[in-house]
């Protein structure tokens, strides 16, 4: 919500410390984690920083593919926007 308001350091810093939060209470489930990491690289897509929003889609994809739950439209969505900033 916040970077669709436009609110992109103020949203970049919650899902960062989402992340931080994660890691640190041994509570990194992949699915979060890849949902984090999917809004990050949207964020930073839409800045047109490409290297940013490449990096963090490449770490959605690799934490999706981790969890346990199969989320084949968010799948689509990471391999979508990797597609994009990979062409």
């Known amino acids: 919500l916040l970077g669709k ?3 992109y350091p103020l ?5 960062q410390r989402a992340i931080d939060y994660s890691r640190e209470s041994s509570n990194d489930e992949p699915s979060l984690m890849a949902m984090y990491h999917l ?3 949207r964020i930073y897509y839409s800045q047109t920083n ?3 929003a ?3 889609f490449q770490h959605a994809l690799e934490y999706q593919q ?4 199969y989320d084949r439209r968010r799948l689509e969505e990471i391999r979508h926007y ?3 900033v990979c062409a």
């Open 5 to 7: 308001l436009g609110q």
């Open 82 to 84: 990797l597609s994009r």
């Open 54 to 56: 490449r990096e963090h």
């Open 66 to 69: 981790k969890s346990s739950t």
């Open 11 to 15: 949203a970049l810093d919650y899902f």
């Open 50 to 52: 490409h290297s940013h």
């Open 39 to 41: 809004e990050i690289g």
